[in-house]
């Protein structure tokens, strides 16, 4: 059994709020399961359009194939569909050339979370005190910190923590990493933009987790603590408790 909160926010120095989310049941049943977040880029139409495009048509897409056959598969497939879908709507319109959004969603199969990631929203699961990032960022400067050829801690990486080097829309093909989350009653979920991940020190992400086990009391306290930090861009949380099936 899940709980879940979520929170959008359009932050102390954006006109606009680009990010997205979705949480529901595409294949029917008394209980939500999937949890998409998306940022859209590409000015302030084309940001806010990529971003809803993708939380409403991955769901769609999925309910329409219908539940058969692997989870991962479906995610994969409709990851895909949407992805070359937003890209014929960038290539015939000029108002919205440019556009691309990331992507970070889960489904919930009663054991783990399924994840599919593209871009630099993440998926953590605090799990025991410790909070495990599960995806990796799709950014040009995680891509070299994984390398070794950049420190977190470098101007460059400072200055160039917002360049991402896979988006959906951007291209007729995208390419999304796959992940499986095993989850036990006590562990959370949190997927976010870099609204938050990138206005929140970890520890202090782990601080507000362990304090506070209200789950919208928590995903709110994440969206306020990112706002103190700054504020600089849209914040999007989705905190999902993962309860005995008795709560």
């Known amino acids: 059994m899940l709980r879940y909160a979520a929170f959008t926010d359009i932050g102390l120095v954006r006109q606009n709020n680009e990010d997205s989310l979705y949480i529901g049941c595409p294949w029917g049943g008394l209980e939500e399961n999937l949890f998409v977040v998306a940022d859209g880029m590409g000015g302030h139409k084309g ?41 014929r709507v960038s290539q015939e319109s000029e108002e919205l050339s440019g556009l691309g959004s990331t992507l970070v969603m889960a489904f919930w199969d009663k054991s783990c979370f399924h994840i599919i990631n593209v871009g630099d929203s993440r998926a953590y699961l605090f799990a025991d005190g410790e909070l495990i990032q599960i995806t990796e960022d799709h950014s040009l400067v995680e891509e070299m910190v994984r390398d070794g050829r950049l420190e977190r801690d470098d101007e460059m990486y400072r200055a160039n923590r917002n360049v991402i080097t ?17 989850a036990f009653p006590g562990n959370r979920l949190l997927l976010c933009t870099d609204g938050l991940h990138g206005m929140l020190e970890e520890q202090e992400i782990i601080r507000i987790l362990s304090e506070i086990s209200d789950t919208e009391a928590a995903a709110g306290k994440l969206v306020s603590e990112a ?20 709560q």
């Open 47 to 87: 940001g806010e359009y990529a971003s809803r495009f993708v939380a409403r048509r991955i769901p769609e897409m999925l309910h329409n194939r219908g539940r058969k056959g692997n989870i991962d598969l479906a995610l994969e497939e409709a990851t895909e569909k949407v992805n070359a879908a937003l890209f």
């Open 166 to 182: 896979r988006a959906m829309g951007t291209e007729p093909y995208v390419e999304e990493d796959v992940f499986i989350a095993e």
């Open 227 to 246: 706002k103190k930090g700054g504020g600089r861009d849209n914040i999007t949380v989705i905190l999902v408790d993962v309860l005995e099936d008795n």
